[in-house]
């Protein structure tokens, strides 16, 4: 805990002094989404949730981005959906876009937890900023996690949306282009 507190600190520092790079590489596209799907199985512990998982089979092998920095912002909602959710489910769909040699990664992270209230939507991506926290007291974080994937997800050229419906649950959704890489 104390080390994810520590690495979100220099993100945000690192994003907002402008020295934080995106650095694309090619990458298996199974070995990313096999590794989130590993560490969000990890975090459920015994939480009485259904983890539902469903990822494009058309996801082509090997894409070209900063698979480091889309694992990060995947990871966080996944983790958040975790953090959030008492009960019910937890659905990560992955699917795809594909157009002149690029591929939209649309990530989808669906929960049936504890939702947001309209009204906090808006400040939902500010640092620091955590909701209700005499509620929330016993749920680690800092308020950096969104703040960070927001900014990283606009640095990879993507897009973030959010829908909750307070006491009923929430889905973010990210959308990321990625170089197709052919062999």
Do not use: H, W
């Amino acid at each position: 805990s104390l080390l994810d507190i520590v690495n979100g600190i220099l993100d945000i520092s690192k994003i907002e002094s402008g020295k934080l790079e995106i650095v694309s590489t090619e990458y298996s596209t199974k070995k990313v989404f096999d590794e989130l799907v590993a560490l969000t199985r990890a975090r459920l512990g015994d939480k009485p949730l259904d983890f539902r998982v469903s990822i494009d089979p058309t996801l082509p092998p090997y894409l070209y981005g900063d698979y480091v920095r889309l694992k990060q912002v995947i990871l966080n909602l996944l983790t958040n959906a975790v953090k959030y959710t008492k009960e019910g489910y937890i659905e990560f769909k992955v699917s795809t876009v594909k157009k002149d040699g690029i591929c939209r990664i649309i990530a989808s992270v669906e929960d049936s937890g504890i939702g947001i209230e309209n009204n906090k939507i808006d400040k939902l991506f500010t640092k620091f900023e955590r909701f209700d926290l005499e509620k929330n007291i016993t749920i680690e974080g800092t308020g950096l996690g969104l703040a960070i994937t927001k900014r990283l997800v606009e640095m990879m050229n993507g897009k973030i949306n959010v829908q909750s419906q307070f006491g009923q649950g929430s889905i973010f959704v990210v959308n990321i282009p990625q170089k197709i890489k052919t062999l």
